[in-house]
């Protein structure tokens, strides 16, 4: 059974940083990860990702050059690392994994391929 556990989150002004992290158990070392986030009145929408071995990460356009997803695998954690954050950036923020699939570079972008979520993680961000 896969868990996932998010951290990090805060109130910080923009152009602050952040860094969230999200500890898994279970197999998550070969599994492709992903921060997705969900504002107010919004849908849960795509924000980051990377494959099992971290060779290749995935991103909004959005957050483009503002964010970075790293993960490392002995300590079974994925990373965000947001700068330059602003306050469109305010919302609750989630890792997630696909069920049972290993070892795969296919990164789905909507949320209902995924099956095991943290319990979220707010961040927001004071103009």
């Known amino acids: 059974q896969v868990q996932l556990v998010e951290s990090g989150g805060g109130l910080v002004q923009a152009g602050g940083s952040l860094r969230l992290s999200c500890v898994g158990s279970g197999r998550t070392f070969a599994m492709t990860m992903v921060w997705f986030r969900q504002a107010p009145r919004k849908e849960r929408e795509f924000v980051a990702a990377?494959?099992?071995?971290?060779?290749?990460?995935y991103y909004t356009d959005a957050v483009k050059g503002r964010f970075t997803i790293s993960r490392d695998n002995a300590k079974k954690t994925v990373y965000l690392q947001m700068n330059s954050l602003k306050p469109e950036d305010t919302a609750v923020y989630y890792c997630a994994a696909r069920g049972k699939v290993y070892y795969s570079d296919y990164v789905p972008l909507s949320p209902n391929e995924y099956d095991y979520w943290g319990q979220g993680t707010q961040v927001t961000v004071s103009s």
């Open positions: 990377i494959t099992w071995s971290g060779g290749s990460t």
